[in-house]
């Protein structure tokens, strides 16, 4: 089932195309009035929109303009439709973003199939987004991703109060585990990780994986001591586990550094990258299996 917003101001029209995508199981929503429509849509994420192109006060193509440039939004594919038959029509409204073009008076076999189409469409490129956003191997973001993330979440520290840790973190010795138990355990304890981190990362965090088998966290509103006692507690869960790695069981420990800004303080995300990755080599440096929080006097260690 999908959620199908649809704007006309003909009420046999909304009646029309609502049947017909109730028919097929979909759930329709009906807006007469396209002015008030854009917040709507915006608040409601359809996987698909049906637009009228003639109504009053806002036509269809302004909406789809307004639409088209609101964040998150490029994603919704719209299918205008319209009475209007000039081919310079359907050129204006592909040109302007939409996904397909319906002439009224419509046949519901080619609605249907048109709906069916851009459908598709809309989830291969959720798929393609999905994959470019996510490593492959441990389903956590990419590099580029975390970076990205990163960088937005320090934008939207202008809200007093917040604060951010960033935690890069390494797992010890990760070559002893490739070189003695082989590359497919080393594999499965990069996935295993990858969902622990998932389970502990929590409602405001957000993990990738920055590069082999090094992992960066943002754990957004944490101070500095809640982000301790989370890479404390992550630590210490991971010292104490028995991993399974292809039929072999197996131990190791990661070592933490972490980097905390109250209000981002003007800081791009590269200087806290940089400065989490600094106490990291330091953890590394004092022994590893451990949290380093400041550039002197390591806080935590085992
Ligand atoms: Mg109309």
Known sequence: MSLIFIVDDSTLSLNALSHLLESEGHKAICLKESTDAADMISEARPDLLLLDVVMPKLGGLELLGE?????????????????KTDAEDVRAALDAGAFDYIRKPFEAIEVLARVRSALRTRHYMERLVYLSEHDGLTRLLNHSTILRELGRSLEALSTPGCGLTVVMCDIDYFK????????????????ALGKLLIDAQGAT??????????FCIILGGFDRAMALRWAETFRAVVEAREWE???RRLRFTMSFGLAWTESGEGRNSGEILAEAD????LAKGAGRNRVVAADQDPVTAT
């Open 67 to 83: 639409l088209k440039a609101r964040p998150g939004m490029d994603m919704m594919p719209v299918i205008m439709v319209t009475a």
């Open 278 to 281: 600094r106490r990291l080599y």
């Open 176 to 191: 002893r585990i490739n070189d003695g138990y082989g590359h497919q355990a080393g594999d499965a304890v990069l996935i």
């Open 205 to 214: 965090g957000i993990a990738g994986r920055y590069g082999g088998e090094e």
């Open 245 to 247: 790695a292809d039929g």
